[in-house]
């Protein structure tokens, strides 16, 4: 007998065990496979509709905060430009009033100058007449009493620089 000849009981035995086996687990074993197998591709399935659905979520609330961002970033650039005008206008507005204070103080000081130089003319004009009568009396030798003649004199001077400053002007 050999393994090309082999004994038929035993070849018949083992031909009923093999299909003893087969037929259990035709019956018993793949239906619990082919159950467990579709209970996972259903699961498989399932996670990816949820992913699906968290990606679509995902996009979505992206597409949101992008938009949002977008709108904040436009109104960033809307109050940086609002307030680089409002700055010009309030540099402009300062700018005014510095002048107007300006023109006001030189105006003043302009005011106040001329009346001075008018008061120290007066007060010089005195002086210089009383020094000028008291040296034309040194000169004469003799004290000068008339003070209006000296006064006519000294007006009559002034009156002279007044017209050579006016033409010189």
């Given at each position: 007998?050999?393994?090309?000849?082999?004994?038929?009981?035993?070849?018949?035995?083992?031909?009923?065990?093999?299909?003893?086996?087969?037929?259990?687990?035709?019956?018993?074993?793949?239906?619990?496979?082919?159950?467990?197998?579709?209970?996972?591709?259903?699961a498989t399935?399932?996670?990816?509709?949820?992913?699906?659905?968290?990606?679509?979520?995902?996009?979505?609330?992206?597409?949101?905060?992008?938009?949002?961002?977008?709108?904040?970033?436009?109104?960033?650039?809307?109050?940086?430009?609002?307030?680089?005008?409002?700055?010009?206008?309030?540099?402009?507005?300062?700018?005014?009033e510095g002048?107007?204070?300006?023109?006001?103080?030189?105006?003043?000081?302009?005011?106040?100058?001329?009346?001075?130089?008018t008061v120290?003319?007066?007060?010089?004009?005195?002086?210089?007449?009383?020094?000028?009568?008291?040296?034309?009396?040194?000169?004469?030798?003799?004290?000068?009493?008339?003070?209006?003649?000296?006064?006519?004199?000294?007006?009559?001077?002034?009156?002279?620089?007044?017209?050579?400053?006016?033409?010189?002007?």
């Open positions: 007998m050999g393994p090309l000849k082999p004994n038929l009981i035993d070849l018949l035995f083992a031909l009923i065990c093999f299909l003893a086996v087969f037929t259990v687990m035709l019956k018993v074993l793949l239906p619990r496979i082919a159950k467990t197998l579709a209970a996972r591709e259903e399935e399932g996670m990816l509709g949820l992913a699906e659905e968290t990606t679509l979520e995902a996009q979505r609330v992206l597409a949101v905060y992008q938009a949002e961002l977008t709108a904040a970033r436009h109104e960033a650039a809307r109050i940086r430009q609002t307030a680089l005008e409002e700055g010009a206008a309030l540099l402009a507005a300062v700018r005014a002048q107007r204070a300006r023109e006001e103080l030189v105006g003043g000081a302009s005011v106040r100058l001329a009346a001075d130089r120290a003319e007066a007060e010089l004009r005195e002086d210089v007449l009383g020094l000028a009568t008291e040296l034309a009396g040194r000169i004469l030798g003799e004290p000068l009493t008339d003070g209006e003649r000296g006064r006519a004199v000294a007006e009559a001077f002034f009156a002279e620089v007044d017209a050579e400053r006016a033409t010189a002007a």
